[in-house]
């Protein structure tokens, strides 16, 4: 992996790579990658479906370092959050949140949205 010495003029350091080198330079092997994230979802899904919110709150302890009591948050304590966040805040979630939503539709493999779930 290249790292990047000149981190006041970054360009500096790939400025004489082809652009054939700086395509494969960034390019993401999605495949792997997504093989890698639909293996670690299905582990989680089945963890939830076999174990419920207990496998939840295990996660939730793994990964945040926090113990739950509860898993759910109630409308009253959704709306008493919304209401401490400012306006630029508050729009700041919405793009990201599109944001996100477009970049992972992507990914989602295309046999996956067209599963029949009820007959």
Same mark, same amino acid.
């Given at each position: 992996?290249?790292?990047?010495?000149?981190?006041?003029?970054?360009?500096?350091?790939?400025?004489?790579?082809?652009?054939?080198?700086?395509?494969?330079?960034?390019?993401?092997?999605?495949?792997?990658?997504?093989?890698?994230?639909? &293996? =670690?979802?299905?582990?989680?899904?089945?963890?939830?479906? %076999?174990?419920? *919110?207990?496998?939840?709150?295990?996660? @939730?302890?793994?990964?945040?370092?926090?113990?739950?009591?509860?898993?759910?948050?109630?409308?009253?304590?959704?709306?008493?959050?919304?209401?401490?966040?400012?306006?630029?805040?508050?729009?700041?979630?919405?793009?990201? &949140? =599109?944001?996100?939503?477009?970049?992972?539709?992507?990914? %989602?493999?295309? *046999?996956?949205?067209?599963?029949?779930? @009820?007959?």
């Amino acid at each position: 992996m290249k790292y990047f010495q000149n981190l006041n003029n970054p360009n500096q350091e790939y400025k004489d790579l082809s652009l054939k080198a700086l395509e494969t330079l960034f390019e993401r092997n999605l495949y792997q990658q997504d093989n890698a994230i639909f &293996s =670690k979802v299905k582990e989680i899904e089945s963890g939830v479906i %076999i174990h419920g *919110d207990a496998y939840i709150k295990k996660l @939730t302890k793994l990964y945040d370092g926090v113990d739950l009591d509860e898993i759910q948050v109630l409308p009253e304590e959704v709306e008493l959050a919304k209401s401490l966040l400012s306006r630029d805040v508050k729009m700041a979630i919405l793009q990201a &949140s =599109k944001n996100i939503t477009k970049f992972h539709k992507r990914q %989602i493999p295309k *046999d996956m949205l067209s599963q029949e779930t @009820t007959p």
